[in-house]
């Protein structure tokens, strides 16, 4: 049986991660893999969520099975904090996943199995994560256009033409924030409009929410998934906790489903249930715990909060300082767009072969089509991305 498999491709960015480590360099700036680091080059592990593990500890006192679409107050939690606290809640249904991806793969058997004629309409570019497990459901899927490399800003004209291919039923795949990879993101009234073409299309959007506080802070970065939400009928919005409380590896998300009615929203819950069921049974419950604790402490949420805005602007800064190096470097503006783009990353607009020089040349690892993780970067390495940059000719 083994004997059939063919090898798969192997992830890029996984692949640039190996490189990464087998370059024997001192000096090497890793700017590849998607995951926020400080300026030490450390992913930390946030103070309230140290100080809510250290609670769970001493109070936790079984570690048998939670509810099969998670505990209803992780739910109720990550509700309040995506949609606000004034939400309709008799039109969300929802399940914790394993992490943002497990949610991404979660909505998209959901759709398997409301519509499963539907096509699912990812952005170009987008997180090379959704193409991929598209096509291994096997699901019907096409672009719409999003990025314009010549500005390094969102072609909203582009876009705006192709949803008018989109079809009754279809779903759209939105970045909430920070999108991935381009750092580009829509305004609140184009927002509006994106709302308004699929509500006359009768299309349902699916809002990736990876990135909530990495881009102008929790509110902000929740405002075009609450446009969304109260526009349409029909909502999906698959989010993930590895960013913004910094827990990676507990592997923390969640989908959460929104419906036209508290009818529907039964049969919607019930149909999650299934869905965990079928792939792995209960979901992991230690970090969903540790975000509930966290949301629901006025202490605890204070200091989170708080942690995450240094980090939020801390990458801010990042990026004003690397547009105003490359500024005086290059003597042209080109560069600036990097103090526009929000969130980890920005797509840099370096040839694949540029991206390669700066690779071997100067050990600046980034992802094939330029994509750099701004996280990645401190104070100083900032000068030297900068300068190799500005050699390179990008």
Same mark, same amino acid.
């Given at each position: ?5 063919? %090898? ?20 090497? &700036? ?12 450390? +992913? ?37 904090? &995506? ?20 949610? &991404? ?19 170009? %570019?987008?997180?090379?994560?959704? %193409? ?49 990879? +381009? ?23 699916? &809002? ?75 979901? %992991? ?44 470097? !290059? ?19 370096? !040839? ?43």
């Amino acid at each position: 049986m083994f004997g059939n498999l063919k %090898p798969l491709p192997q992830d890029k960015i996984l692949q640039l991660m190996s490189m990464y480590r087998e370059d024997p360099r001192e000096q090497k &700036i890793d700017l590849g893999v998607g995951v926020y680091k400080n300026a030490e080059g450390v +992913t930390p592990v946030m103070r309230a969520v140290k100080a809510a593990e250290q609670r769970l500890w001493q109070d936790e006192t079984t570690k048998s099975y939670t509810a099969l679409a998670g505990e209803p107050a992780y739910r109720d939690a990550m509700a309040a904090l &995506i949609l606000g606290e004034g939400h309709d809640a008799s039109r969300v249904a929802g399940a914790a996943t394993p992490g943002g991806t497990g949610a &991404i793969h979660m909505a998209l058997e959901l759709i398997q199995m409301a519509a499963p004629d539907a096509t699912v309409w990812l952005s170009n %570019p987008t997180w090379p994560n959704h %193409p991929s497990i598209l096509n291994h459901l096997g699901m019907k899927s096409a672009e719409y256009r999003y990025f314009d490399p010549e500005t390094r800003g969102v072609d909203f004209e582009g876009m705006i033409a192709d949803l008018g291919r989109v079809a009754p039923g279809d779903v759209l795949l939105l970045h909430g924030c920070c999108h991935n990879p +381009t750092g580009a993101n829509l305004n609140l009234t184009q927002w509006e409009e994106v709302a308004a073409e699929l509500k006359k299309v009768g299309a349902v959007p699916l &809002i990736d929410l990876a990135y909530q506080g990495f881009g102008d802070g929790l509110e902000a970065d929740a405002a075009a998934t609450r446009l969304v939400a109260s526009r349409l009928p029909e909502v999906m919005i698959a989010a993930s906790c590895s960013k913004n409380f910094g827990i990676y590896r507990e592997r923390t998300g969640i989908l959460l489903a929104l419906t036209e009615d508290g009818a529907a929203r039964d049969v919607t819950q019930g149909t999650l249930a299934h869905l965990n069921r079928q792939n792995f049974s209960f979901p %992991p419950d230690h970090g969903a715990r540790l975000v509930t604790m966290i949301l629901t402490d006025p202490e605890l949420r204070a200091d989170w909060q708080a942690e995450l805005e240094e980090m939020r602007t801390g990458m801010l800064a990042l990026r004003e300082q690397l547009a105003d190096e490359l500024r005086t470097l !290059t003597g042209s503006d080109r560069f600036g767009f990097l103090a526009q783009h929000r969130g980890m990353f920005s797509r840099l607009g370096a !040839t694949p072969e540029q991206v390669v020089e700066l690779r071997e040349k100067h050990g600046i690892y980034m992802v094939g089509d330029s994509r750099l993780n701004i996280a990645g970067l401190n104070k100083d390495s900032v000068s030297v991305l900068a300068k190799a940059i500005a050699e390179v000719g990008v």
